[in-house]
């Protein structure tokens, strides 16, 4: 039985594979993949009905209004960034994760400092994500990567990334890096480097093979800010910020499993 599968398999029109793989939940989508090239290929084309389906069925009817995921091209890309985007069950208390997913609002609470973590972290590969604020960055705004162990509130006004030896963090306030309590140098390298302005999109790059964390703006790659991370098998990264402000977007572009996490957090 298996032998006939495995000669018939590549020969099925692709029409009745949409029928077939139509039942199937997401998960065993992959396996479907390995069986033969031309099941492989039939997923390559990452706007088939199948990517179509599967994309109206979990990926909510808000997050298709939001304009961050018009600029995903294909059904695939759109259901692997939704299943990236911000976590509504690993957050501060003071924080709210809006339906679309990619977009959290921070209730004005005085003297707190508040974030929120991504669902899936990274162990492996490149891995890049956007971030943009709507309204002004308040005391500290900080962005960049952290182990799954940091916090994600605290009391007070503080940069809680970067704060300890398991996140790294780039101020958007002062041009600071920070990392284990201490100003790592001015970034990105230039004379009088012009701040952060709202509305400006800042891209998270996470080299995992090479340890690296950099960053762009508007598109401008600023260099490597961070190398040579040092982290534990059993802790997982993030990136985070503390701004003040009302909403706060996130777009993952590229990203993969198990270790790294990107994170917000903000004050008043």
């Known amino acids: 039985m298996e032998e006939d599968l495995m000669e018939y398999a590549p020969n099925i029109p692709d029409n009745v594979l949409e029928l077939i793989f139509s ?21 390559c084309d990452e706007n088939n009905e199948v990517w179509r389906a599967q994309c109206l069925q979990k990926v909510p009817a808000e997050a298709f209004k939001n304009d961050l995921l018009t600029v995903v091209p294909t059904y695939k ?3 692997r960034a939704y299943f990236h985007a911000w976590n509504p069950f690993d957050c501060s208390r003071h924080v709210y994760i809006k339906p679309n997913g990619f977009t959290l609002h921070r209730n004005p609470v005085a003297q707190s400092t508040d974030g ?7 162990k492996h590969g490149r891995h890049a994500w956007e971030v943009r604020w709507e309204g002004p960055l308040g005391t500290v705004a900080v962005v960049g990567i952290a182990t799954k162990d940091a916090a994600i509130q605290c009391h007070g006004y503080y940069a809680l990334l970067g704060a300890d030896d398991q996140s790294w963090g780039w101020n958007l306030v002062d041009n600071l890096l920070l990392h284990n309590g201490d100003a790592h140098g001015i970034y990105p390298l230039l004379n ?35 190398t040579g991370f040092s982290i534990p098998i059993n802790n997982c990264p993030q990136s985070t910020s503390n701004p003040l402000f009302e909403k706060h977007d996130c777009l ?9 996490w990107y994170t917000v957090h903000f004050n008043f």
Do not use: H, M
């Open 116 to 122: 929120s973590r991504g669902k899936i972290g990274f």
């Open 77 to 79: 890309a759109k259901l």
């Open 23 to 43: 039942f199937l939940k997401l998960q065993d989508l992959r396996n479907c993949t390995l069986v033969c090239k031309s099941w492989y290929r039939f997923f």
């Open 192 to 226: 009088n480097a012009p701040k952060y302005k709202v509305g400006e999109r800042i891209r998270v790059i996470l080299d995992c093979d090479e340890n690296s964390l950099s960053f762009e703006k508007n598109y401008e790659f600023l260099g490597v800010a961070f």
């Open 252 to 260: 993952p572009l590229t990203n993969k499993s198990s270790r790294f």
